[in-house]
């Protein structure tokens, strides 16, 4: 059964491209701000201009229409996107949850699919803890955290200069100076120069995220919390993280005390994941 929105594109459509391609069109679009991202299958991929057309007139809050060329490469999960209709700006400000992320989307990612865990990650956050980002991009987990809970201070930590100048925006944006500490840096550096500061580690990159377990393991005060974001196929779970965390823990001198949480937050692949588990960890 076609979507809402492809119906509509194959109604509009009817007659300017082939019949047959109908059925191809796409059954949705991402939309960040006032940018469109389109994902089109390869025998319709001609009729970008078209189809960007009907999703410009159609949605009018729309003022950029962007083609999808590829996925994300490099460690900084760089979009590989052009503009095929409207105004060739991609720097937008995307609002969500009470928070505003201002971006560019052809050169950031922005996972609309992890919504629901940045409104949980804002409301797990207890005052006066001392929080870990990572990898704070923008500030997908900061700034909600930042907002809605009442950390003492959070590290939001990127190795991307472009992510940590949207990030500044975004705390000024957002109003959060004094909360939230733009440091563009690894972050492994980072735990290894400040060991058991954070009462919270965010760990919001995937996939292969357990290589950085023994840097958030450092940086943790005894009796802290990792939120563990990973991918893993379905016949793994859960007991291939909680492993992978013990033995991270073991030789880190701690234990693997309580699992708070556990969640699948997005499929990632067929039969993969996104994961997330909240951790608790104590000294052996």
């Known amino acids: 059964m076609p979507t809402p929105f492809k119906r509509l594109l194959m109604q509009e459509l009817r007659g300017q491209i082939p019949e047959h391609l109908l059925p191809l069109l796409p059954s949705g679009l991402q939309v960040i701000g006032h940018v469109a991202i389109l994902s089109l299958r390869p025998e319709v991929e ?10 410009l007139e159609k949605f009018p809050f729309i003022k950029t229409v962007c083609r999808k060329l590829g996925p994300m490469v490099g460690p900084t999960k760089e979009p590989q996107l052009e503009v095929v209709a409207g105004l060739r700006d991609t720097i937008t400000i995307h609002k969500e949850g009470g928070c505003m992320f201002k971006l560019d ?69 957002n109003k959060v100076r004094g909360l939230v500490v733009p440091v563009l840096a690894d972050c492994r550096v980072v735990a290894s120069k400040l060991p058991g500061f954070a009462d919270r580690v965010v ?82």
């Open 105 to 173: 989307v052809a050169k950031l990612m922005f996972a609309k699919g992890n919504v629901s865990e940045r409104r949980r990650m804002a409301s797990v956050v207890q005052e006066g803890e001392v929080v870990f980002d990572m990898f704070a991009g923008i500030g997908y987990f900061s700034i909600p955290m930042a907002k809605t809970g009442r950390p003492s201070l959070i590290y939001a930590v990127d190795v991307n200069p472009l992510a940590i100048h949207y990030l500044a925006e975004n705390i000024r944006l």
């Open 46 to 55: 001609g009729y970008a201009g078209l189809i960007a057309e009907v999703v």
């Open 203 to 284: 760990m919001g990159y995937i996939p292969g995220t357990a290589a950085f377990l023994p840097a958030a393991l450092e940086a943790l005060r005894h009796g802290g919390i990792i939120h563990y974001h990973d991918t893993y196929h379905e016949r793994e779970l859960w007991w291939k993280p909680i492993e992978v965390l013990r033995a991270h823990a073991s030789r880190a001198g701690l234990r693997l005390a309580r699992v708070l949480y556990r969640g699948v937050v997005k499929s990632y692949g067929p039969r993969i994941y996104h994961i997330v588990i909240d951790a608790l960890f104590k000294p052996s």
